[in-house]
């Protein structure tokens, strides 16, 4: 598994594991939020539930948009790993990418503010922050493989500054001792 998968994966699953609470129990997440425990009011639980519902489908959209699930009902195990990509993949790695690393400043901010330094935020802000990584790693890093199949080198390397002459050399006599066997072909 590459690492674009892993932060497909990771990232629907913690959407999905902070919809849970939301969508179950409201109560659960006003205690852990506010300094307060009182029961929630009907606009509470409302936004908490519709928070939580919101949350599943973007999961769900997210795999799909980054091409974890096959779209066009073709088998994603006959292709290979790299094959697996969309046109819509480089724009959802950078607004998943983004999206979690706005929520990993945002609940440390609310971490850090909070004179009772409450746990949940300090716990959301390393899991996106932690995702937010994944998501650099994967944009600089993992948008497939750019391994020629011909040779074996990397498609991305260029001679600059220094120049590879041991590589010049083979081609120079790979191309001479081509030219002497279409000579001799003839």
């Given amino acids: 598994?590459?690492?674009?998968?892993?932060?497909?994966?990771?990232?629907?699953?913690?959407?999905?594991?902070?919809?849970t609470p939301l969508i179950i129990s409201p109560r659960i997440i006003v205690a852990l939020l506010s300094n307060d425990i009182h029961q929630p009011n009907s606009l509470?639980?409302?936004?908490?539930?519709?928070?939580?519902?919101?949350?599943?489908?973007?999961?769900?959209?997210?795999?799909?948009?980054?091409g974890a699930?096959?779209?066009?009902?073709?088998?994603?195990?006959?292709e290979p790993e790299d094959a697996q990509t969309t046109p819509y993949t480089t724009p959802t790695l950078l607004l998943a990418g983004l999206y979690h690393t706005s929520i990993s400043f945002y609940t440390y901010?609310?971490?850090?503010?909070?004179?009772?330094?409450?746990?949940?935020?300090?716990?959301a802000a390393t899991v996106s922050g932690l995702l937010a990584a994944?998501?650099?790693?994967?944009?600089?890093?993992?948008?497939?493989s750019h391994i020629s199949k011909r040779t074996g080198a990397d498609k991305r390397t260029s001679g600059w500054p220094f120049k590879n002459t041991v590589e010049t050399k083979r081609r120079k006599g790979k191309g001479r001792q081509e030219e002497g066997i279409?000579?001799?072909e003839l």
Wanted: charged share 10%; glycine share 8%; hydrophobic share 50%.
């Fill in 69 to 78: 699930f096959p779209l066009d009902g073709s088998s994603s195990l006959s």
């Fill in 109 to 123: 901010s609310r971490y850090v503010q909070r004179s009772t330094s409450q746990f949940s935020y300090l716990l």
């Fill in 1 to 19: 598994m590459n690492s674009f998968n892993l932060f497909c994966y990771a990232t629907a699953g913690w959407l999905a594991l902070q919809a």
């Fill in 134 to 144: 994944l998501g650099l790693w994967s944009t600089m890093f993992g948008n497939g």
């Fill in 44 to 66: 509470e639980t409302y936004f908490a539930r519709f928070l939580g519902l919101t949350l599943i489908p973007f999961a769900i959209l997210f795999l799909f948009l980054s």
């Fill in 182 to 184: 279409e000579l001799k």
